[in-house]
T-cell receptor, first 113, second 111 residues
Framework: NAGVTQTPKFRILKIGQSMTLQCAQD?????MYWYRQDPGMGLKLIYY???????DKGEVPNGYNVSRSTTEDFPLRLELAAPSQTSVYFC????????????FGDGTRLSIL | DAKTTQPTSMDCAEGRAANLPCNHS???????VYWYRQIHSQGPQYIIH???NNETNEMASLIITEDRKSSTLILPHATLRDTAVYYC????????????FGTGTRLKVLA
């Protein structure tokens, strides 16, 4: 039972490069979320999805894009990497029913130099 | 979703109960209280949640006051491995179930 799988675990990018952070879950969860966590801070919501084909912005969406073509996958795209996007990124998923917790992946640590 | 406030840090002796408070004075009637912890920089780990009744599982107990304005997470016999940042989150049940994280409580369990 893999749960929520995030790849890669670590990445260093140069300013202006682009990349996609991958997130996959094998629990058939409808809801998926992307968060970022800066040092010493709590997690902040970037984007979320309530099902395949449906996405919406969270608290800090600028500089990111997402897509949700399948139930299992929810990739996060950085188009023009900036130093301010240096952070740890977490993906989470949950069932559609009320009263269910989110399950988090192990994170992707991203540095932009 | 209601905002939650927690103390920045707490210490607890190993083997003793750790009591972590959370204030959520603006919580609405349909919002649950969820607790997570984050060890080092790993992904947040779900601990427990409740609406208005006290709850217990294999990890912890959750005590919610009758007016629901505050709650306490209890780790009955803290170990060194319980050293982590603990987050209390109020989550509504209509729509997106988004989490708004505060800065949490940094619990240090002392040998």
């Amino acid at each position: 039972n893999a749960g929520v799988t995030q790849t890669p675990k670590f990445r260093i990018l140069k300013i202006g490069q682009s990349m996609t952070l991958q997130c996959a879950q094998d629990m058939n969860h409808n809801y998926m979320y992307w968060y970022r966590q800066d040092p010493g801070m709590g997690l902040k919501l970037i984007y979320y999805s309530v099902g395949a084909g449906i996405t919406d912005k969270g608290e800090v969406p600028n500089g990111y894009n997402v897509s949700r073509s399948t139930t299992e996958d929810f990739p996060l795209r950085l188009e023009l990497a900036a130093p301010s996007q240096t952070s740890v990124y977490f993906c989470a998923s949950r069932r559609g029913q009320t009263n269910q917790p989110q399950h988090f992946g192990d994170g992707t640590r991203l540095s932009i130099l | 979703d209601a905002k939650t406030t927690q103390p920045t840090s707490m210490d607890c002796a190993e083997g003793r109960a750790a009591n972590l408070p959370c204030n959520h004075s603006t919580i609405s009637g349909n919002e649950y209280v969820y607790w997570y912890r984050q060890i080092h920089s790993q992904g947040p780990q779900y601990i427990i949640h409740g609406l208005k009744n006290n709850e217990t599982n294999e990890m912890a107990s959750l005590i919610i006051t009758e007016d629901r304005k505050s709650s306490t997470l209890i780790l009955p016999h803290a170990t060194l491995r319980d050293t982590a940042v603990y987050y209390c989150i109020a989550v509504g049940t209509s729509g997106t179930y988004k989490y708004i994280f505060g800065t949490g409580t940094r619990l240090k369990v002392l040998a």
